[in-house]
C-alpha cells in the first residue's frame, strides 16, 4: 500500500506524521528502512514534544544514521532564504544534517522538485519503480530459475552391452573406439568381456552421465553404432539405467 506524506515542513504535515507513528517505530516494518531516510531527510527539524510520537521516531533514526557516520564534523548549517520564483523544471538538491549534540554530518542528498509542481512535497514510498527496476527485477528472477534448474540437474550410471560382429573381432580396438568417444557430462567406467556364444565376447562397460548433457540413446545411435565406431559393433544395448 501506498503511503504518502504532505507538507512535512507544516504543522499540519508533523500532525499527519504523528498520527501514523502512533503505534509504530518505522515508518515501515519493526526496523529503520529506506522509508525511514526518505521521510527524515523532509522532517527539518525534530518535531519534539508537540507531536510524540513523530518525535520519538525522529530521536530513534537520528541515534541510528549517527552510528553510521563516526567521523569527527566541523559543524555546519543549511540556512534558507527566500527566493524569486522558479521554473517548475528547475531541480535543485539539499543536503541533509544530521545533528548529534554540536555534530552535524551529511546524512544524504535529497532531489528538490522547484515550486509550482502539483505534488511538491508528496513521498510516495512505493509507487516510484522505474523500468530498469522492472527489468533488473525480471533478470534476477530469471537467473534465480535457471539456477534452481541447473541445481535440480542429476546423473545416472548405466550399464551398456556392446556386441561386436562376430568372433575375429579385435576386442581391444572395440573397446579403444568406444572410450574414444568424449563429451560434455560422460564419464567412462570399469569394462569386462563377457562370453556370448559360439566363442563370442562381448564388452560390458560402466558409464556415468549428467541427464541434462547425455541422453544415452543418442549415444548409441549418433556414436557408437556410426562409423568409424561401426567398424567393430554390430549392436549396443542397454542392460542397466539407474538414477544416482
Known sequence: MTVTFSDLHTESGLKSLNEYLSGKSYISGDQISKDDIKVYGAVLVNPGGAFPNAGKWYDSVSSQLASSFP?????????AAAAAPVAKETIGFCAVMLHVGDDYSVVSVIGLRAAGDDDDDDLDLFGDETEEDKKAAEEREKAKKQSAKKKES?????????????????????EK?????????LLWGASKLAPVGYGIKKLQIMLTIVDDLVSVDSLIEEYLTVEPCNEYIQSCDIVAFNKI
Open 154 to 174: 542429476g546423473k545416472s550410471s548405466v550399464l551398456l552391452d556392446v556386441k561386436p560382429w562376430d568372433d575375429e573381432t579385435d576386442m581391444a580396438a572395440l
Open 177 to 185: 573406439a568406444v572410450r574414444s568417444i568424449d563429451m560434455p557430462g
Open 71 to 79: 567521523g569527527k564534523a566541523c559543524g555546519v548549517r543549511v540556512g
